[in-house]
């Protein structure tokens, strides 16, 4: 993608020790690993609230307080990795046909100018692809505004330390590269919410920050595991079929009071589908290909050093890379004592131009063939412009209408059942959620609904509250016109 600021995954230096940090609201974690004789050690651990935001404050503010937080906890270290918030980052995914690597970097660009709401030269962008039959491959494209990038580097650099990547800390926990991650639903706990990831075909095939999924009231936390389970289930469906048949594992990180009830609702949710179900206590022994501290806990900031010092690379990185010495070399001599040299060269290129005349006069040939054509390549580019800006309106299936229809048939006229929301995922798939009176009277309701024209795969979902208020979750496919 040319015209994407892209990151050039050029060598660094190889370190034998790391701090790795992670960021996710106001929380910092941190470790400090060594790699000696084949194995890590962990020299320090920490864990901080912070109370200034990174994107907000003043940066120098805030690398004060984690360059307090850091020698408080004796860390000496000033290489660092560190993942970022997931909540950064925005998403998309497209289907990419078998194409020259050229062919498809341009494909890939205009995909991504499609699935990203804002100017993609404003973002630091990364993808991830995973195989898929006939030589296709599903791309899953990630981007990171450029300024809130900028200023975790200017705040990291304030605090003394020297950034080696900018990466994510979920990739980091469950990495596309290793064998055993393929066909692994993965979810992580965070302080605010939830990170989904689903790994298969050799890369990253979703990647999502589930919002609303906890709640803190004070020092107490709560997690709304049916939410998880829900948007788990949405983010499947929107997979292609062949790579939704290839999740066959759920894995979940985080604190053990969190992850366990919701290890029992995806349980409940997906064991009947086939998925098994896994709660994440350690690591594997040889996960990084080294023998690992006893001492060492399951977290994105020690997967993240562990991986980095084991050069396993991460699926994305947004650290831009530092000018190379002799770029560095030409920007402090441009001018003065190498001007000479500068001219001298200039002459030399001018004489080897003169032997390229031949391929300049065939260059005027094509040129002025193209002078020819142009102007039809741009009638038809502004056709194919008006094709892709009025071909949405061109749909007369009005599935939306025809849904609220059907409800509205379903639904009693005495107000006994009540609609708050309705979404409709891919055309066909709707949830809608409300409350109702009575038990009865939403099963009827259900029974009117299934037995609509059009209407298959009533599901109803968990059922809170007493009556005469009681909430309620139901999903149904709806083929329109008997086409879905």
């Not at 289907?95 to 100017?119: N, R």
């Not at 396993?312 to 190379?324: G, I, M, R, S, V």
Request: charged share 20%.
């Amino acid at each position: 993608m040319s015209n994407i600021l892209k990151i050039n995954f050029k060598k660094r230096k190889r370190l034998t020790s790391l701090l790795g940090l992670t960021l996710d609201g106001s929380r910092l974690e941190g470790v400090v690993l060594r790699r000696t004789n084949g194995s890590l050690q962990l020299h320090q651990s920490f864990s901080a609230t912070l109370t200034l935001d990174p994107l907000t404050a003043a940066p120098e503010l805030v690398a004060r307080e984690i360059r307090n937080h850091l020698d408080a906890a004796g860390v000496r270290e000033r290489n660092c990795v560190v993942g970022v918030p997931l909540r950064w980052v925005l998403t998309g995914q497209t289907e990419l046909p078998q194409l020259s690597e050229a062919d498809a970097e341009g494909l890939l660009q205009i995909e991504a100018e499609k699935c990203f709401s804002t100017d993609v030269a404003t973002l630091r962008t990364a993808d991830s692809r995973c195989s898929l039959t006939g030589g296709k491959q599903f791309v899953t494209f990630v981007g990171i505004p450029n300024s809130q990038l900028a200023t975790l580097e200017e705040v990291l650099v304030a605090a003394k330390l020297k950034p080696a990547g900018l990466t994510l800390g979920l990739p980091a926990l469950q990495s596309p590269g290793v064998e055993n991650s393929d066909g692994v639903l993965a979810l992580t706990v965070g302080e605010s919410h939830v990170g989904l990831q689903i790994t298969t075909g050799g890369g990253i095939a979703a990647l999502r920050a589930l919002e609303g999924a906890i709640e803190n009231e004070g020092a107490r936390r709560s997690l709304h595991a049916g939410l998880v389970a829900r948007e788990a289930r949405v983010t499947l469906g929107q997979l292609p079929a062949e790579l939704r048949a290839t999740v066959k594992r759920i894995r979940i990180f985080g604190p053990r009071d969190l992850t366990q009830p919701l290890a029992d609702e995806m349980e409940l949710r997906f064991g009947p589908m086939g998925l098994r179900v896994e709660v994440v206590s350690g690591y594997a022994p040889g996960e990084f290909g080294m023998q690992l501290p006893l001492q060492a806990s399951v977290s994105a900031a020690f997967s993240l050093a562990a991986r980095r010092l084991t050069d396993q690379a991460t699926p994305f990185e947004f650290l831009l890379p530092k000018p190379t010495l002799l770029q560095q070399f030409a920007t402090k001599y441009s001018s003065g004592k190498l001007k000479t040299v500068g001219a001298i060269a200039a002459g030399v290129l001018v004489i080897v131009g003169g032997l390229f005349m031949v391929q300049e006069i065939e260059l005027i040939v094509l040129r002025s063939q193209w002078k020819n054509m142009s102007a039809k390549v741009k009638e038809l580019q502004g056709l194919n412009q008006n094709i892709q800006q009025f071909k949405p309106w061109f749909d007369d299936s009005f599935t939306g209408l025809s849904v609220m229809r059907q409800l509205t048939l379903a639904f009693p006229e005495t107000g006994t059942v009540t609609a708050k929301t309705i979404e409709i995922h891919d055309g066909n798939v709707v949830t809608c959620t409300g409350t109702t009176q009575s038990q009865a009277a939403l099963l009827k309701t259900l029974n009117q609904l299934r037995a609509e024209d059009g209407v298959t795969k009533v599901t109803l979902g968990p059922i809170r509250g007493k009556a005469p208020t009681m909430q309620f979750t139901f999903d149904f496919h709806f083929k329109n016109g008997g086409q879905l």
